[in-house]
C-alpha cells in the first residue's frame, strides 16, 4: 500500500491542482485505473496487475512497422500505450 501511496503522490498528485473531495476522486479513480490496467510493473515482467504478460515481437519486419497509439488521461499527467490494430 505504500508503494500505491507513493507512485500516486508521485505521478498524480504531485503534478494536479485539485479542486475539490468530487475531482479527486475522480483523478483517483482515473489513477487507480491506470495503475491496474496499463501502467507496466517491474516485479511482473512488464505487465500490469490486471493485464497479461504480453508476447514478444520478435518478427523483425513487424518491429520495424509499429504502430504505437497513445492516450493522454487527466489532461495528459498520464499517459496510456498501446499497439494501433
Do not use: K
Not at 30 to 43: D, G, I, V
Not at 64 to 73: E, F, H, N, Q, S
Request: positive net charge; hydrophobic residues 40%.
Amino acid at each position: 500500500m505504500e508503494r500505491w501511496v507513493q507512485s500516486c503522490r508521485h505521478v498524480l498528485l504531485d503534478r494536479t491542482l485539485i479542486w475539490n473531495e468530487r475531482h479527486l476522486r475522480y483523478a483517483l479513480r482515473q489513477y487507480e485505473q491506470f495503475y491496474n490496467a496499463h501502467r507496466a510493473h517491474q516485479a511482473m515482467m512488464q505487465a500490469a496487475p490486471l493485464r497479461a504478460v504480453p508476447t514478444p515481437i520478435t518478427d523483425r519486419g513487424r518491429i520495424a512497422r509499429l504502430d504505437i497509439r497513445r492516450r493522454d488521461r487527466l489532461g495528459g499527467v498520464l499517459h496510456e500505450y498501446q499497439h494501433a490494430a
